[in-house]
Nanobody, 124 residues
């Protein structure tokens, strides 16, 4: 069992940066792949970034490459998402997810555990 708690969201101006964190509890954290998803009002939850449990593999959708960086510190049981050059279109609730990821890394169904989310609002 893994519990996930996101933090670091807030209001930021366009062009600004934010770093989200996801604190995990549970003994198997380091054995799981982890990801960030986001959901904007009225839209489907979409994939943002993935990192393997060994940290040597990351994936991003083409639309976000170069603006977001996912990382994790297994010793601290914490996942991070650095977001730069933020745009109003990045406004959403951001969720972290964890799981054995036996299916596609970009699919919600591949993750067994989810946090409650943290709100990111990009506005002037």
């Amino acid at each position: 069992q893994v519990q996930l708690v996101e933090s670091g969201g807030g209001l930021v101006q366009p062009g600004g940066s934010l770093r989200l964190s996801c604190a995990a509890s549970g003994r198997t954290f380091s054995a799981y792949g982890m990801a960030w998803f986001r959901q904007a009002p009225g839209k489907e939850r979409e994939f943002v970034a993935y990192i393997s449990w060994t940290t040597d593999t990351t994936y991003y959708p083409d639309s976000l490459k170069g603006r977001v960086i996912i990382s994790r510190d297994n010793a601290k049981n914490t996942l991070y998402l650095q977001m730069n050059s933020l745009k109003p279109g990045d406004t959403a609730i951001y969720y972290c997810a964890a799981g054995p990821v036996r299916g596609p890394y970009f699919s919600r169904a591949s993750y067994d555990y989810w946090g409650q989310g943290t709100q990111v609002t990009v506005s002037s």
